[in-house]
């Protein structure tokens, strides 16, 4: 029976086969005999050395071949050898070999020590860069006892336990291409770490990765700024592709994060796989395509963008406005693929911050196999970029083929060859390799005790100790405070396991043979974006920034109404209700004019409100003004006609005195109405109330009186009450109708109505609208209740009085006129009090003008009406005899 050991968190990562009979398993007494084991795929791994007396591992995905594997644990996995030499991958590791080849040749940087290096391919699958790593760390013999394997891992830690076994281990790495590789690296193996691409901001927690180290930023800083850029460019609906690991998902995140504030949605998220990237790949397509989102953010490694790519062009969806992460941003492969100048042109992504480094292209360029046989990474690299076979180092698979290539000197120049490998125009990624190796020689300097760099004589043969083992706790404590100034000038240091985070920005742009360039349009410092947008070339063409909204923004005058169950930047325009404005666009919500203020018709600015009153100019304040004259004129004719006949019997009966009062005070009546026509102003205000009130009351005190007089001349006809009318006589009625004036006058409005809070022209700034009624404002509702209430009471004491006299013998019984006047007047003042409350601005006050015009009008005619036509048309009843007759 077999038994399997599984260690780490990706499958197969190491296999430690373990037979029964071998170990001798059995019970009681039986003890273990043996234990063999044997490195998985240790003969098959490939690399790059160099001894040194310090050694330098380093991990590059310098081969790719998309992985279709079924992890179904019951038998090893069956991986296949990593083809596909990328040559940019291969530019990072000479950038490494570079580096170090300076180091070793300086005088003043770790002077007298040799630094050597172990690198090899971990074909960017984190199970495959483990086992490249644990090669590393346990050095590259064939020997693999357990006592050893844990002796050379065991050294690595720096434990002192003899002599190791095997070949040289390393106490450092270089490499990690993504943040999972690093993370499995940084958690399970003992070296140092210095990763040059992994950026996921988790990295940067001490606690749990002590061990690491990177030059490149956290993605936490290309997230913000392109979230700085969607929200500067007014982009606010916006699909996402990601990758579907701690780099992508915590991008996105963050993204999310920033632009939440800020009204940016995403309209889909969709997530892709590197083991399923055509699958992943074409329903991520498929998603643009469906989506009215013209901006598109991606964040995955440049290999799945290239799938992507070719999926949208086999889709023919163009138009479509990409973000880019670092990853990809640069990619010179997808720079040079014919899918992506169909779908991708006017890309605007972040980069790694871009520098020279000086010599790099000219080492680059003289490489050759025939200086360098035993580097088998530059031997295959030279037979794809010159066709051709070297020697006897032609893979079998080349051999069988039908028309074999023709044999390589070593001799071929890279000089006129123009490809990812020999361009040096964008070594973000490269100068980040770089850099971490400087970082290193650093921190090994100080731990070496070597001279100072700065206080070191010209052509000094000071050199270093040389030591015999280097513990990496001793190259982290010297690593965290590292702090020098690179050969470009620029200072470095580590922030904790961080560097400042430094991007370009950029953007693909076609060039006239229709083949696309990058351009560098800005800078990111930190938080500080920078950006030239006339520089920008656009996915469009044009100069004009591409409009990516799942709404239109609101206009100026209307307010931003979400929609139910959809994201916040789907919303509906609804324009601003009269009396609010918004004068932005996307206004969130309308903002209510100041009292003195309304909108204007498109609501977008408040403008001082008109004020409007009832005047003479208008139709209906002319209609009121004439009926209202018409009335004074009536009563006048009546007046004069009462005094040409004032010594007939219908003009003297009931007291003419007071049949002349009575006109004299309906006449008033219908002048005060005029009162309340025209501007208010703080004297007509008071003037019109106290005229109204007087007029009235002195009206229907008269009829009141007129009434008294009625019943107390048919009261005193009958036996015992002859001494009742000496309380009528004329004195008496003039006297009454003085004191129920005086009533009026003196306690409700002159003395205190109008001297405590009188009426005060004041615009009804409740009323909604532009035009606004200028009113005389009821300082005191009491007061005026009371004027109302007063002549309320009289007007039904009247009534009431009237009502009782109806009947009285008589053929002329003016008790009857009064009656029915009195009905009028009660019933016009009754529907007088809900009307005028109901009333908006000035016509409020035309309902209180109808109000005394009709009563004036119902009194006028009920009244003298039946008595100017016996005067005029029927003088024969106007005779004592006829007013007598019963």
């Given amino acids: 029976m077999s038994w399997f050991l599984w260690l780490g968190s990706a499958p197969s990562l190491l296999l430690v086969g373990l037979v029964g009979r071998d170990l001798g398993l059995g019970v009681g007494s039986q003890v273990v005999q043996a234990v063999t084991c044997s490195r998985w795929e240790t003969s098959g791994v490939t690399g790059l050395f160099q001894d040194g007396d310090v050694v330098i591992g380093g991990l590059f995905s310098l081969f790719y071949k998309p992985p279709a594997m079924d992890h179904d644990f019951t038998q090893l996995p069956p991986y296949k050898p990593c083809t596909r030499l990328q040559g940019l991958p291969l530019q990072y590791i000479y ?46 013999g ?79 800083y290309q997230a913000r700024a ?17 990758a579907k690991n701690s780099y992508g998902l915590m991008a996105i995140k963050i993204f999310q994060e920033e632009t939440r504030g800020a009204g940016v949605c995403l309209a889909f998220v969709e997530t892709l796989r590197r083991e399923n990237i055509v699958s992943d790949a074409t329903r991520a397509a498929l998603a643009i395509q469906a989506s009215t989102a013209k901006v598109i953010l991606i964040f995955t490694w440049y290999t799945d963008v290239r ?75 030279w037979e794809n970029v010159f066709l051709c076979h070297l020697g006897d180092t032609a893979p079998a ?17 890279l000089q006129t060859v123009q490809n990812l490998f020999t361009d040096t125009s964008q070594v973000g990624v490269t ?66 396991a961080d560097v400042p985070a430094k991007y370009d920005l950029v953007n693909w742009q076609k060039t006239l043979g229709g083949k696309l360039k990058l351009v560098l349009i800005g800078r990111v410092d930190g938080y500080d974006l920078q950006m030239n947008e006339s520089a920008i070339q656009w996915s469009t063409g044009s100069n004009q920034v591409p409009v990516s909204v799942c709404s239109e923004s609101c206009r100026p005058g209307t307010r931003v109404a979400t929609r139910k169950g959809e994201p916040l930047c789907c919303f509906d325009c609804l324009p601003c209700t009269e009396g609010e404005i918004s004068n932005i666009t996307g206004s969130p919500h309308c903002e209510p004019c100041p009292p003195e203020f309304w909108s204007n018709s498109d609501r977008t600015a408040c403008v001082p409100r008109q004020l409007d009153f009832l005047s003479f100019n208008e139709t209906l304040g002319i209609t009121l003004t004439t009926v209202a004259v018409f009335g ?52 007509s205000c008071r003037f019109q109330q106290a005229a109204f009130g007087i007029s009235f009351v002195l009206c229907v005190s008269c009829l009141q009186v007129k009434t008294m007089v009625v019943l107390a001349a048919f009261r005193s006809a009958r036996p015992g009450a002859e001494a009742l009318m000496k309380w009528f006589g004329p004195g008496q009625q003039r006297g009454s109708v003085c004191f129920f004036t005086s009533i009026q006058v003196s306690v409700l409005i002159c003395v205190i109505w109008l001297s405590l809070s009188p009426p005060v022209p004041q615009p009804d700034l409740d009323v909604p609208g532009l035009r606004v009624t200028l009113q005389c404002a009821m300082a005191s509702v009491v007061g005026f209740s009371l004027v109302l209430g007063y002549i309320g009471l009289l007007a039904c004491t009247s009534l009431l009085l009237a009502f009782l006299a109806r009947k009285l013998p008589d053929n002329f019984n003016e008790a009857k006129l009064i009656t029915f006047s009195m009905l009028i007047f009660c019933a016009v003042w009754a529907a007088f009090v809900p009307a005028y409350v109901s009333s908006p601005g000035k016509y409020a006050v035309a309902v209180e003008i109808f109000a005394i015009i009709a009563s004036s009008y119902g009194l006028l005619f009920c009244i003298f009406a039946p008595k100017c036509f016996i005067i005029l048309l029927r003088p024969e009843k106007n005779t004592k005899k006829y007013l007598m007759a019963r």
Wanted: charged share 15%; hydrophobic share 40%; aromatic share 10%.
């Fill in 307 to 381: 799938e992507l790519f070719e999926q949208l062009d086999a889709r023919n969806v163009t138009n479509r406005q990409f973000l880019a992460s670092e990853a990809w941003s640069t990619s010179g492969d997808l720079l040079q693929n014919p899918s992506s100048s169909k779908v991708a042109s006017g890309v605007l992504g972040v980069a790694i911050r871009s520098s020279t480094i000086p010599g790099f292209e000219k080492y680059l360029r003289n490489l050759s196999p025939s200086h360098r046989p035993n580097d088998r990474f530059l031997r295959e690299f």
């Fill in 226 to 242: 392109l979230a700085q850029l969607a929200i500067r460019l007014n982009w606010t609906w916006i699909g996402a592709v990601v």
């Fill in 142 to 220: 064939s020997s693999c006892s357990l006592s050893a394997a844990m002796t050379n891992y065991s050294a690595a830690y720096g434990e002192e336990r003899g002599e190791r076994t095997g070949d040289q281990s390393v106490p450092l790495i270089i490499g990690g291409d993504s943040s999972n590789t690093a993370q499995i690296l940084s958690r399970l193996l003992g070296p140092l770490s210095i990763s040059y691409t992994a950026s996921c901001p988790c990295l940067s927690d001490r606690s749990q990765f002590p061990n690491f180290f990177r030059t490149m930023p956290s993605d936490i």
């Fill in 431 to 496: 100068h980040n390799v770089y850099l971490a190796v400087y970082a290193v020689a650093h921190a090994l300097h100080r731990l070496l005790l070597c001279p100072d760099i700065k206080s070191l004589p010209r052509n000094s043969s000071s050199t270093c100790s040389i030591p015999k083992h280097i513990k990496p706790m001793e190259v982290l404590q010297h690593l965290m405070k590292v702090n020098f100034t690179t050969p470009q000038g620029e200072m470095f240091y580590f922030d904790g």
């Fill in 397 to 413: 698979n080349r051999l069988l083929q039908k028309d074999p290539l023709p044999p390589c000197s070593g001799t071929e120049s």
């Fill in 95 to 140: 950038a490494m070999v570079f580096a170090l080849e300076e180091i070793n040749e300086s005088v003043t940087l770790l002077p007298g020590v040799k630094l050597g290096y172990h690198i090899h391919d971990s074909c960017g699958l984190s199970f495959w860069a483990l086992q490249a790593a644990l090669s590393l760390v346990g050095g590259n």
């Fill in 632 to 683: 004074v004129t009536v009563t006048t004719t009546v007046f004069v006609v009462f005094l040409y006949y004032r010594q007939t019997p219908m003009v003297r009966a009931n007291n003419s005195e007071l049949s002349f009062l009575l006109l004299l005070s309906l006449k008033l009546c219908f002048l005060c109405s005029l009162v309340f026509i025209g501007r208010p102003s703080v004297w």
